[in-house]
């Protein structure tokens, strides 16, 4: 009887990565189980929601980060659906909100000190913002206890893409505080409290994930445009 070593050899090197895809396949799919079931705790809105997808098929996309992972930059926000008011200089929202002569003017400097970090200034105009709100850190505090169980302990810590955290501190200014409410509808907490920890990411990211820096303030900051005149 003859055996065939480079076929025997071909069909097992083949089997073997067979079972480690499908190995792979079954991990993602307890992944987005696990994140499901955070999502229907915290009863998140639906479009926020995780849908477990069928093995082999394609991943869904729920925002960004991988909240089981320990890597730098991996950290989870449910986001997918929300405005993404990063995308908007945010000093164009804070001129027509301050035309309307309707708005609290401290609130809206907390806007301007935004649009003026967006446009690539610096720690500074985050303090400036954290000063026109108000430092409630009591508030602050019990939406990052929320997040805890939303996502995972010091998960926003590892870092993200600041993109994220600053379209989320817009959308809590201009949808929350500056249309006059007070809690955000899903947590149920102020929405200066949901400001502030995203103001406080931003600080601490500064100082630990530079390279998540994806600002758009080469073409936003006056400088720029003063070379290119």
Known sequence: MTINIPNTISQIGAQIQKERRE????????????????????????YETVIPYAPGGPVPIAGLGDVTSDAKGSGARFNAGKPALDLIPLRLIHDHMRGACIHDGRVLDALLGL???????????????????????DECAAV??????????????????????????????????????????ESGLPHRGHFLCNIVMLLTYIRTYPEGDDR??????????????
């Not at 307890?30 to 009863?43: M, N, T």
């Not at 970090?117 to 400036?128: I, S, Y």
């Open 115 to 137: 649009a003026e970090f967006q446009e690539g200034g610096g720690a500074m105009c985050l303090q400036q913002a954290i000063d026109a709100v108000g430092p409630a850190w």
């Open 144 to 185: 990052f206890e929320y997040g805890k169980r939303k996502y995972a302990a010091w998960n926003w810590a590892k870092g993200m893409p600041w993109s994220a955290p600053i379209a989320c501190a817009a959308r809590h200014l201009v949808y929350g505080i500056l249309a006059g409410e007070e809690n955000d509808k």
């Open 23 to 46: 190995a792979e396949q079954r991990r993602q799919f307890d992944q987005l189980e696990q994140f499901d079931q955070i999502a229907r705790e915290v009863q998140v809105t639906p």
């Open 216 to 229: 758009p303030s080469q073409w936003l900051s006056v400088a720029s445009k003063t070379q290119e005149s």
